[in-house]
């Protein structure tokens, strides 16, 4: 599974948009795109995946470009319940072979 | 509420002696994994189980050890032989061991080890 990038943290204010970037540049053509999220001292939530369509569901949006190359999850209306680390892992089929980094911190402001 | 059971939540052990920690799952999923997270560092696999009496090494297995006697449980005991055991434990269990990119991963609420 390829290896992703993400921005260490972000910020957001309530109530307003937050995009969250994820770099996968030797993403192979059938790795998914998942995006986990962390609440402190909690297991990781599954918040979204999608392979070439953007995807919606109730927690949030996933935008892929066109290349694949990159993705970037959207949250529409950020909460203080939306605080957490964001993880952006790419899938190939073989849950024992992902790679998961430090994810990206989002901190809410109210 | 189908989900998965992480037991206990928090766990302190005095260095030499062994400890299992519980996992269990209502969601019939055939799959099941071992996680372990440490600061600044991604989650890292320790073992993994795609069907029942069967379970696999992942890439920090040394000093645990596993069990798979049923589809619903999946416990990690963690040996003296572990030279580092203090750490967030992680359990999750998915619907197929491989085969889709789009398998998704559903994960307990952690167990906290601190050795003393």
């Known amino acids: 599974d390829a290896k992703t990038t993400q921005p260490n943290s972000m910020e957001s204010n309530e109530e307003e948009p937050v995009h969250l970037p994820c770099n996968h540049s030797t993403i192979s053509g059938t790795d998914y795109i998942h995006w986990y999220r962390q609440l402190p001292s909690q297991g990781p939530e599954y918040v979204i995946h999608?392979?070439?369509?953007?995807v919606n569901n109730r927690m949030a949006s996933l935008a892929i470009a066109e290349d694949r190359k990159s993705s970037t999850l959207i949250l529409h209306r950020a909460t203080l319940r939306d605080a957490a680390v964001y993880y952006c892992?790419?899938?190939?089929?073989?849950?024992?072979?992902?790679?998961w980094g430090l994810g990206t911190s989002l901190a809410v402001n109210p | 509420d189908g989900g998965i059971t992480q037991s206990p939540k928090y766990l302190f052990r005095k260095e030499g002696q062994n400890v299992t920690l519980s996992c269990e799952q209502n969601l019939n999923h055939d799959a099941m994994y071992w996680y372990r997270q440490d600061p600044g560092q991604g989650l890292r696999l320790i073992y993994y189980s795609q069907i029942v009496n069967d379970f696999q090494k992942g890439d920090i297995a040394e000093g645990y050890s596993v069990s798979r006697e049923k589809k619903e449980s999946f416990p990690l005991t963690v040996t003296s032989a572990q030279k580092n055991p203090t750490a967030f434990y992680l359990c999750a269990s998915s619907i197929r061991g491989s085969s889709s990119g789009a398998n998704v991963l559903t994960f307990g609420a952690g167990s906290r080890l601190t050795v003393l």
């Open positions: 892992i790419t899938h190939a089929g073989n849950n024992r072979k992902l790679i």
């Open positions: 999608g392979l070439t369509s953007n």
